[in-house]
T-cell receptor
Framework: DAKTTQPPSMDCAEGRAANLPCNHSTISGNEYVYWYRQIHSQGPQYIIHGLKNNETNEMASLIITEDRKSSTLILPHATLRDTAVYYCIVRGDSGGSNYKLTFGKGTLLTVNP | GAVVSQHPSRVICKSGTSVKIECRSLDFQATTMFWYRQFPKKSLMLMATSNEGSKATYEQGVEKDKFLINHASLTLSTLTVTSAHPEDSSFYIC???????????????FGPGTRLTVL
């Protein structure tokens, strides 16, 4: 079972920031938070991941709370092409069952013109 | 990000035939690859983990004799759906994991998927 909770859907206006929340209250100390997205009929695309510090790359920013029980993925200027299902996944950094990426239902982000 | 390719992107076959899907990591070596299946309006389900040079590890409920996996090199894994039936029709997606030097920095990159339709 997925160890994260995400809202099933969100809407965002084109050009505005999209803030996608994720709860992972049972996250362990060695587990990372990964974000992927899946555009319809394509394979998932890696976005970003982090352990406890906030992270930023060319696609997005990841804000992780100090207690690590939740995080927010931020797309600073959403475009229509960002419409996709966004998956928040926790994954361990060692062998074993928690090293696999287990996909939940994700959040369907719809960017509106 | 790293690039993973799959071939074919789409295949239609008759019931009872076998279908082979290739997954390649194009710009990195992957000791571990994964095969997922996704039914319409559902999330990805992990089928098996494939390690180069060894037998694949299958998830519970996945028939290893039906879904044959071969990971013969560091850049190629194949999934063969044997004696395919209509219920095997699905979107099959492979993933390859980079090997990172630092803990936690290895990442899984996904292929574009293969749409299998069994008539």
């Amino acid at each position: 079972d997925a160890k994260t909770t995400q809202p099933p859907s969100m809407d965002c206006a084109e050009g505005r920031a999209a803030n996608l929340p994720c709860n992972h209250s049972t996250i362990s100390g060695n587990e990372y938070v990964y974000w992927y997205r899946q555009i319809h009929s394509q394979g998932p695309q890696y976005i970003i991941h982090g352990l406890k510090n906030n992270e930023t790359n060319e696609m997005a920013s990841l804000i992780i709370t100090e207690d690590r029980k939740s995080s927010t993925l931020i797309l600073p200027h959403a475009t229509l092409r960002d419409t996709a299902v966004y998956y928040c996944i926790v994954r361990g950094d060692s062998g074993g069952s928690n090293y696999k990426l287990t996909f939940g239902k994700g959040t369907l982000l719809t960017v509106n013109p | 990000g790293a690039v993973v390719s799959q071939h074919p992107s789409r295949v239609i076959c008759k019931s009872g035939t076998s279908v082979k899907i290739e997954c390649r990591s194009l710009d990195f070596q992957a000791t571990t690859m994964f095969w997922y299946r996704q039914f319409p309006k559902k999330s990805l389900m992990l089928m098996a983990t494939s390690n180069e040079g060894s037998k694949a590890t299958y998830e519970q409920g996945v028939e290893k004799d039906k879904f044959l996996i071969n990971h013969a090199s560091l850049t190629l894994s194949t999934l063969t759906v044997t004696s395919a039936h209509p219920e095997d029709s699905s979107f099959y997606i492979c993933s390859a994991r980079t090997s990172g030097g630092m803990r936690g920095t290895d990442t899984q990159y996904f292929g574009p998927g293969t749409r299998l339709t069994v008539l």
